[in-house]
């Protein structure tokens, strides 16, 4: 087990492997060995100091896989900043919570992201930060907010570009970082990840140094990783799956990271091929879009070996194409942010029915017990229950939020999933369904009550229940049924347009239903698996024998 903060993980790699690639852009043809990645980071750390970051406040960053978000990440880790991470899909709606709930004092942004505009979502949300001097940020919705810095090198009102970031810390000296960086623990909170929450809004949870580093290693452990590893990166840096499973065991180890700044099959396929990549993670849909791409032949993937696909169930058929034209020791892992994020995975022996039955096993130092959710009792193997995680993965708690903490974690340390499995006599988990009322869509986490919160805000709306709806592409999609008021009228497309540009668009409805009645049970309580099978026959997935599809 290591014992160790972010900062001074990278400066032993760089001393182990100063010369080795650390990052490797192909769209930018931009690459840094470990020892310029140090400096680079370092660079940024000092330029924090300068801005008066100390240790303990909250960087925020949103934007693609860029590589100014790993200097941003190690140079904040090294000062003992926490970051906070920002989904790519996020809107002003939730823009605006996150910033505010996380008492973020510092955003970094790129520009845009599909046809969103950060700099102009963050004006929605921060006006006066048009008439105001770069460093000096006093908005009115986010008064903890002090700095705003652009991650490239256009000049925005109110913002920082990355140049004069950097340029900020040249006085600094390196014994003044050091001694900083000295001053972090690794059980310090290092990494903030927001997830939905079923209170309707997200909450934060708070991962160490420990948390993620050590989970990072065992991770790598379960593929049969070295230095020599080559990693392709398309999921996104604000996931765990980025932050951990990524760049972190790519440092832990001394591989490479291979970022593709945003999910497109042409620069995946290409990466692998140019970079002679040993490794790429996705969830299915990613994994099954590149197996599909027209031009798959053409691209020579001969160096793969491994990998990690994860976020929701593979098809058997899809995992054989994988190991046979890919990646042929690719593993499964399974696990939530609040634990890290990995606490099962198969390992790179395991045959393919373990693959793609299981969710394998627990990683070294972590223990899984399944229990009868209404008695607490562990349930024997064989017999399905609630998934629950104790060991160094589990987070340290959600930020500001003390009972949701308590009733996650419970008084003997076991972190209560939400999640129903089944465990078998060798200890491989099956993960069976869901106590939590969540939607898994492309491997996104959405909790309904966050959509429908939002919607109540709908000045025709009375009553909303969001389900997740079965899909071949995505898993899952979201269903809003929506009772409107009395004597009020809507169409599907104005429900929609309402979301638009306010909520993150994977959690935008894309089926509506107006509906005058719930299904009740006798203790009027809304039976949503009802609704579900409504749909499901009425949009026509089911099959003749009663199947989806």
């Known amino acids: 087990m290591f014992n160790i903060t972010f900062g001074d993980l990278l400066d032993q790699t760089a001393a182990k492997y100063p010369d080795k690639d650390a990052l490797v852009n192909v769209q930018r043809g931009q690459r840094f060995t470990y020892q310029e990645l140090k400096e680079a980071c370092n660079r940024a750390a000092k330029s924090f100091l300068k801005l008066g970051v ?16 790993v200097i ?67 908005c009115k919705k986010l008064p903890v907010l002090k700095n705003v ?57 708070m991962l160490t140094h420990n948390n993620v580093i050590n989970n990072a290693y065992h991770v790598g452990a379960c593929q ?45 396929l ?48 899809v995992m054989r194409s994988v190991v046979d034209k890919m ?18 995975q198969t390992r790179t022996d395991d045959d393919i029915k373990r ?39 589990v987070m340290k708690g959600y930020y500001k939020m003390p009972e949701a903490t308590e009733a996650a974690i419970d008084s003997e340390g076991w972190l209560h999933s939400g999640d129903l499995g089944v465990k078998d006599e060798a200890g491989y988990v099956k993960i069976t369904g869901r106590l939590k009322d969540m939607i898994i869509r492309g491997g996104e986490n959405i909790y309904p009550r966050e959509i429908e919160e939002f919607l109540y805000t ?22 809003a049924c929506i009772k409107l008021k009395e004597g009020e009228t809507a169409t599907e497309e104005e429900i929609k347009q309402y979301y638009q540009g306010k909520i993150a668009r994977h959690k935008v409805p894309k089926y509506v239903s107006f509906i005058k009645d719930y299904p009740m049970t006798a203790s009027g309580k809304v039976q949503k698996y009802k609704l579900r099978d409504q749909a499901v026959k009425e949009l026509g997935l089911e099959k003749g024998d009663g199947s989806i599809f």
């Open 327 to 344: 990646a042929p020791e690719v593993t499964i892992a399974y696990g939530l942010t609040e634990s890290s994020p990995v606490v099962t």
């Open 72 to 138: 941003a990440l190690f140079g904040a880790a090294k000062i003992g900043a926490v970051v906070v991470t920002v989904n790519t899909n996020y809107r002003s709606h939730e823009l605006e919570y996150l910033l505010k709930q996380s008492d973020s004092m510092t955003l970094f942004l790129i520009e845009e992201y599909r046809g969103n505009n950060f700099v102009n979502t963050l004006y929605e949300v921060c006006p006066e930060l048009k008439e105001q001097q770069p460093g000096e940020t006093a």
């Open 149 to 205: 810095i652009f991650m490239g090198d256009k000049k925005f009102p109110g913002i920082l570009n990355w140049d004069d970031f950097i340029s900020l810390g040249t006085d600094v000296s390196d014994e003044d970082l050091a001694r900083v960086q000295a001053t972090c623990k690794p059980d310090d909170v290092i990494n903030m990840q927001y997830t939905s929450g079923t209170t309707g809004f997200p909450k934060g949870v």
């Open 355 to 393: 693959r793609v039955t299981t969710v394998g096993r627990a990683i070294p130092e972590v223990e899984i017990k399944i229990i009868d959710p209404e008695t607490g009792t562990e349930c024997p193997p064989g017999v399905q229950g609630e998934v629950c995680i104790r060991g160094y993965v």
């Open 270 to 317: 290409e990466a692998i091929d140019k970079e002679k990549c040993t490794a790429l993670q996705g969830v299915p849909t990613m994994w099954i879009a590149e197996l599909e791409h027209p031009d798959f032949p053409k691209y020579d993937l001969s160096s793969l070996r491994t990998g990690i696909m994860a976020g929701s169930p593979c098809p058997i058929e």
């Open 224 to 268: 049969d990783y070295t230095d020599k590893e080559r990693l392709c990166i398309p999921v996104p840096f604000f996931h765990c799956f980025g932050l951990t499973m990524s760049i972190t065991t790519c440092v832990v180890y001394g591989a490479t990271m291979v970022p593709v700044e945003e999910f497109d099959v042409d620069w995946v």
């Open 54 to 69: 100390k240790k303990g406040d909250k960087v925020a960053i949103w934007a693609t896989n860029v590589n100014e978000w």
């Open 458 to 479: 709908h000045p025709k709306v009375l009553d909303v229940q969001v389900v997740g709806i079965p899909s071949r592409k995505y898993g899952e999609e979201v269903m």
